[in-house]
DNA sequence: GCCATAATGTACGAACTAGTACGTTACATA
DNA sequence: TATGTAACGTACTAGTTCGTACATTATGGC
């Protein structure tokens, strides 16, 4: 057993842990140009001489903040299996679960969007690779249902995967400005079930038309 | 006619105009805190001096740029008429025309963007009342679909609108990840149609499901 | 033509901000 | 226990950035 190891004061993992742990909250706070470097090393048991030490710099921060996030948003969704039910439950299911899972995760999807005002200059090669099993799953999805005969047979997997993904995103990155136009909070709790209940409606009901 | 007045050297408008017109494309380009006044001033036939003498602060200048393109968005919107069309073909003719709309204004979707990252503290007052339009014009869509029978009775105006708007937004929005992830351009001109389409097909089958 | 004032330009400063030079200490290994 | 090196801390700087004090000029009304 490692896990009890007597606490050392010079840990390369425990320190790059924290200091990523809490960049990813100032840059989802403020964004990137907004986010100051001496905030995130004060808000760390180190300096900013180590956020430089393992970093580099700023940028190189806010790489490694968007590669854990990814790899930590998708790891987690592949614990879920949808493959066992029919297509059209499966879709259900497959889209509520990503609903379920945006509103879990409001800083990441803040960080998506700080990284799209910035042209996605900051993505690493490697996030397609973390990426793919997602529309991997969709593809089986979608060509059992179309061996069933219970979907249109014109649907590409990774459009689907827009249609769900714009409507559990927006929801969540577009929530204070709908507020201020509309006067509806997006993610008041007592609406969360209705909203669930339409994207499922909306996919299985353009799958099926 | 005061159209072709003699050219002053101290406008309030043209100034004011100008200020505006730079400080958006800056303020779309770099985000609230990257946006510098500096530049913007300097790429203005006037000085920073102005910019303060009428906006206040960066921060005015910013409530006063998400304003105008508010404004500017809903302006252009309502110039298209599609009442006199059936239910189906109206609510279809309105999603490709937020399609279109919003495709033509990556801008002013940055400048939305942003502002959520800044958790709609910039957004005034009177821009409720400028996009209070829209869902009137799709809850007479509705009403129309409903009372023919066409339409499913349990959909919301403000709801569907954000059907809509997600898709439309998410689009532009989030193009560079998007890119980066599944190697697609969302914005590729040889897919345009074919996403309109998909819209089309999205919202019909939804309200006639 | 004169004047009140709106509009404008110049020059500057105080605070901030990313990044670094330089020195120190814990730890693994022999 | 000696030592090389990875890990760490302090103090600083060069450049930036928002904002303003102060001076000036154009313009419309009388």
Redesign the pocket.
């Given at each position: 057993m490692a896990a009890t190891q007597p606490e050392?004061?010079?840990?390369?993992d425990?320190?790059?842990g924290e200091i990523l742990e809490v960049a990813t909250r100032e840059f989802a706070e403020h964004g990137y140009?907004g986010?100051?470097?001496?905030?995130i090393a004060e808000r760390t048991?180190?300096?900013?001489?180590?956020?430089?030490?393992?970093f580099?710099?700023?940028?190189g921060l806010f790489v490694a903040v968007l590669e854990q996030a990814y790899a930590a948003i998708r790891a987690a969704e592949q614990t879920v299996d949808v493959d066992h039910l029919d297509p059209v439950a499966a879709i259900r299911a497959l889209a509520e679960l990503t609903f379920d899972h945006h509103e879990a995760h409001p800083d990441f999807i803040r960080l998506v969007s700080i990284e799209n005002i910035h042209r996605g200059e900051h993505m690493a090669e490697s996030l397609a690779a973390i990426n793919a099993p997602a529309v991997e799953r969709i593809e089986r999805i979608l060509r059992a249902g179309r061996e069933a005969g219970v979907f249109r047979a014109d649907v590409d997997a990774v459009d689907l995967h827009m249609l769900i993904s714009s409507y559990c995103v927006f929801r969540v990155a577009n929530r204070h400005t709908w507020q201020a136009l509309f006067d509806r909070d997006l993610l008041a709790a007592d609406r969360r079930d209705g909203y669930r209940t339409m994207l499922g409606d909306v996919v299985v009901a353009y799958l099926t038309g």
């Open positions: 050392r004061s010079r840990d390369r425990r320190t790059q140009s986010a100051r470097v001496d905030e048991r180190t300096t900013k001489r180590m956020l430089y030490y393992y580099g710099s700023k940028e």
